[in-house]
T-cell receptor, first 111, second 115 residues
Framework: SQQGEEDPQALSIQEGENATMNCSYKTSINNLQWYRQNSGRGLVHLILIRSNEREKHSGRLRVTLDTSKKSSSLLITASRAADTASYFCATGYSGNTPLVFGKGTRLSVIA | DAGVIQSPRHEVTEMGQEVTLRCKPISGHDYLFWYRQTMMRGLELLIYFNNNVPIDDSGMPEDRFSAKMPNASFSTLKIQPSEPRDSAVYFC?????????????FGPGTRLLVL
């Protein structure tokens, strides 16, 4: 069963704008990860945030985690057409345990 | 490193036929996961291995599905007999202990269509 639920399901923005995607989950976690999937391709790991962290940055990505609300957000700044993809949050309970994925947000960045 | 390798990339078969999907994890990774992705159910874990031993196969839909990992560099997922509802994209992923242990590296997937 899905642990994470992404919001919105689909998002369309203009190139250069920021894109924010949210994820909510149900149970206690050890870490939360974000993955990107380009159409017809595999999943690419973007960033991992641990349960004792509140915010993390990687390039144009910013992830926040609020364990009290069981929610996370992924912000992509200055979006590019190449950012067009589906974005999934995935929760993990400990190292090397299976990830539980949400259904994803489909992001379209229009040039 | 070549990353996780899956074959075939695409498979079209008829209902009732046996289907075998293959996966080569990243060298040195001792965890291997099989996931299935469908529009209706999203990404779901089927089974995962640690050091070639199946740890949790509770996600395997039914007895028609079986998975093996005969050695550290190869795993198979077999469906026999296949049914149209098995049509999906099947992903293999691997991970390793250490500071990067939670990150799973995914293969490109096998897109299966059962007619």
């Amino acid at each position: 069963s899905q642990q994470g639920e992404e919001d919105p399901q689909a998002l369309s923005i203009q190139e250069g704008e920021n894109a924010t995607m949210n994820c909510s989950y149900k149970t206690s976690i050890n870490n939360l990860q974000w993955y990107r999937q380009n159409s017809g391709r595999g999943l690419v790991h973007l960033i991992l945030i641990r349960s004792n962290e509140r915010e993390k940055h990687s390039g144009r990505l910013r992830v926040t985690l609020d364990t009290s609300k069981k929610s996370s957000s992924l912000l992509i700044t200055a979006s590019r057409a190449a950012d067009t993809a589906s974005y999934f949050c995935a929760t993990g309970y400990s190292g090397n345990t299976p990830l539980v994925f949400g259904k994803g947000t489909r992001l379209s960045v229009i040039a | 490193d070549a990353g996780v390798i899956q074959s075939p990339r695409h498979e079209v078969t008829e209902m009732g036929q046996e289907v075998t999907l293959r996966c080569k994890p990243i060298s040195g990774h001792d965890y291997l996961f099989w996931y299935r992705q469908t529009m209706m159910r999203g990404l779901e874990l089927l089974i995962y291995f640690n050091n070639n031993v199946p740890i949790d196969d509770s996600g395997m839909p039914e007895d028609r599905f079986s998975a093996k990992m005969p050695n550290a560099s190869f795993s198979t997922l077999k469906i026999q007999p296949s049914e149209p509802r098995d049509s999906a994209v099947y992903f293999c992923a691997s991970s390793t202990p250490g500071t990067d242990q939670e990150t799973q590296y995914f293969g490109p997937g096998t897109r299966l269509l059962v007619l």
